[in-house]
């Protein structure tokens, strides 16, 4: 069985990956109700962008109530409307849908996803996660943390990504046990070249970490993917009620992406019609007829490489 590559965010500088990296580098923030975080996480990120080494911040916003788009916006992000991206496909579905229709807007060729409520953000979050893919060989790169748990005035060490631990990876453990190598498969944390990311179906909800993880280990293999170490993750903790949707929502999408995927080295689901949440898909982004990217966005500059760059 290939081992799965796992590197520390330690392993790589921003201003190597400038150096060595040959594509052009979007972040993409979906964020609903995040105005309490993304201004810090858009300062990060404006300091890689000084670097060199990220092209564009993208902040795809679900029309938050609490003025998400406006901080964003003051912080220095590109900010656009989730609904307001790819005419015809009606309101934005969920998160996943939200990350697929980004596709529309980004100009690199590299994306990143990351969640736009961490309140320990830092840049290496974003170096970890592009740093593996100055080897073309890797395509796909998730981020793994340990997931502090706060309750009240006290913090635990562990104890975060309940849905994580208690229904992911145990039925990842049944159903595809070589991507139990990821130790957090459900991790909004993930690089990828565009291309790959363009031939994938997406899930419309919070099944789509789950299900992108499949269809790009079918596509790829393990030996095209990697995962990198990033320290801790601290974002706010839902209620058991809410836990409960998403579990549900991450079950039904591993269900659907294995019966469609129907590979001879994985498990199924057999699922009760009618029962639990239904699963939207969109489509590969390359096969939707009339979606553009940007008619009117200015192309970015192409980076430029002496005979002296590191291949």
Not at 88 to 99: E, F, L, S
Not at 160 to 170: I, N, S
Request: aromatic residues 6%.
């Amino acid at each position: 069985m290939t081992m799965l590559d796992t590197f520390d965010h330690g392993d790589f500088a921003a201003a190597d990956i400038a150096r060595k990296l040959r594509e052009t580098v979007s972040v993409v923030i979906p964020t609903r109700d995040t105005a309490g975080t993304i201004a810090a996480t858009v300062a990060e990120l404006k300091v890689l962008a000084e670097d060199g080494m990220v092209d564009q911040i993208l902040v795809v916003d679900a029309d938050s109530a609490d003025g998400t788009a406006a901080v964003a916006r003051d912080a220095g992000a590109e900010v656009v409307s989730e609904n307001e991206l790819v005419e015809g496909h009606g309101p934005c579905r969920g998160k996943g849908d939200a990350m697929w229709r980004a596709l529309a807007a980004v100009d690199g060729e590299v994306v990143v996803y990351i969640d736009g409520d961490i309140a320990d953000f830092g840049r290496h979050y974003i170096t970890g996660l592009v740093g593996p893919l100055v080897d073309p060989a890797r395509h796909f790169v998730k981020g793994r943390y340990r997931r502090p748990f706060r309750y009240g005035e006290n913090e635990e060490p562990a104890g975060g990504g309940r849905v994580t631990e208690l229904a992911a990876r145990p039925l990842l453990a049944r159903l595809a046990p070589e991507l139990l190598a990821f130790d957090q498969p459900l991790a909004g944390e993930v690089a990828a070249r565009r291309e790959l990311l363009e031939r994938v179906p997406f899930t419309c909800g919070y099944g789509v970490e789950i299900a992108m993880l499949l269809e790009v280990w079918d596509r790829v293999g393990i030996e095209g993917m990697a995962q990198v170490e990033l320290g801790t993750k601290r974002n706010a903790h839902q209620s058991l009620a809410a836990l409960a949707g998403m579990s549900s929502e991450v079950i039904a999408a591993m269900a659907e992406t294995l019966d469609r995927l129907d590979r001879r080295d994985t498990g199924r689901l057999a699922m009760v019609e009618g029962t639990g949440p239904e699963v939207t898909m969109r489509p590969a982004f390359t096969t939707t007829q009339g979606v553009g990217r940007g008619p009117t966005r200015p192309p970015r500059e192409t980076r430029q490489f002496t005979e002296n760059d590191d291949g």
